[in-house]
Each structure stands twice: as C-alpha cells, then as structure tokens.
C-alpha cells in the first residue's frame, strides 16, 4: 500500500476513536449536572473509548517522527510487547481494574485493525499541505478565518488542555471556547492526548496540518 493512502486511512480511524473518546466524555460530563444520574454506564464508556483511542494518539505521535512505516510498525510492536507483559493480578481499584482492562481492549482492538495494512516503503514525514480554510458557524456562532487562526494559535502557546467537564484551560495567555478546540481537532489541525485523566486536563497540541497553517 502506498504510504499516503495508509496514512490517509490511519488518520481517518485515528480521528474516529478521538471522536468517540470526545462524545463519551460529554455524556459523562452532561450527566453529572443532574442530581442522582446513573453514571457507572458513561463512566466505562469513557474508559473504553480512551482504552480505543490511546494506541492511535501514540500511533500518529510516531508518524510524524518517524514516518509510516516505521512508526506504524514500532506502534503494534510496542503493543504487542504490552499485551504480552500484561499480569492477571488485579488492583484493589475497581476502576483501576476497569480501566487496565479497557486499555488491553483497546490494544487488541488497534492490532486487528492495522493487521492487514501492509506498507510497500517508507518516507520521511511530507511537509503538510496548507488546508483551506473558511468562515463557518460553530456551535451556533459565526467563526471567521482569523478566529479560527488564533485558536490555533492559542493551541500552539499557552498550553491548552481539555477537562472532564468540558472546561478549557491554558497556561497563560487566552483561552480558546471549547467548541472552537473541537472544531480544530475534527478538522484534523489539532489533536487532544487521551492518555491522561481527564479530571486533570488532557492537553491539545497541533498536528503537521494546523502548524503548516500558521506557517503558510
């Protein structure tokens, strides 16, 4: 397979378990406003989506330092090597427990779907190409190129990370709506690190597509 298109295909089903992730954690989010809501279903949502999505944060982390090929073969051999070495001891958290579980889930998962992606040879990561960009309205609101410019701006500087509750938070300077973060990310010009707990905020940084738009 050319490597463009297994990147094209990767990144697509990367973006999907982001997406996933991103939904479950608002219906948790949604449910705790109200008093007395069930949260046990949403709460393992959330461990398995971000179990499902983990794998292809670090898989496209590995692209873009070491190309294709190469980071999509370290990918599955580092998740292999962690399915292997995983015990069957259990922890005296129930949700630690949950969540080991999930994440094993979610390695499985990211091996069957990348087993059949064969790659006929490398290349060093492609300068990415410019995306379009125009006005459009989000989240009910009006948002011009250059709002959008300085999302990702913000994204690049001041540190932006993405709560449990949806709440947005950086480290100096402004911060961003929520809604304009997402946007970013679904555009595939930005992308939020799932690895974390979300009660301590997951960081959003840029990918080669929203850098090169600053950059243009």
Not at 18 to 29: S, T, V
Not at 47 to 55: C, T
Not at 159 to 166: I, L, T
Not at 199 to 215: D, N
Request: proline share 4%.
């Amino acid at each position: 397979m050319d490597a463009k298109i297994a990147l094209s295909r990767l990144t697509r089903r990367a973006n999907s378990t982001f997406e996933e992730a991103g939904a479950a954690r608002q219906r948790l989010a949604d449910a705790l406003t109200f008093q007395g809501a069930q949260l046990d279903g949403l709460m393992d949502a959330v461990l398995v989506a971000e179990g499902k999505a983990k794998p292809w944060m670090q898989l496209l982390n590995r692209i873009d330092r070491l190309g294709v090929r190469e980071g999509l073969a370290k990918q599955r051999e580092e998740c292999l090597e962690v399915l292997l070495h995983y015990g069957l001891s259990m922890s005296t958290s129930m949700i630690r427990n949950a969540s080991q579980l999930a994440e094993q889930d979610g390695l499985r998962r990211f091996l069957d779907a990348t087993d059949t992606i064969e790659i006929d040879e490398d290349e060093t990561p492609a300068e990415a190409a410019v995306p379009e960009m125009e006005p459009v309205v989000i989240d009910g609101l009006g948002t011009t190129v250059r709002q959008q410019v300085q999302t990702l701006e913000a994204i690049r500087g001041n540190g932006v990370k993405v709560h449990a509750a949806g709440k947005v938070t950086v480290e100096d300077g402004s911060t961003p709506r929520l809604a304009m973060v997402e946007f970013t990310i679904s555009k595939g010009w930005a992308q939020m690190d799932s690895t974390g707990p979300a009660s301590e905020g997951q960081p959003v940084t840029l990918t080669p597509a929203g850098e090169a738009i600053l950059a243009n």
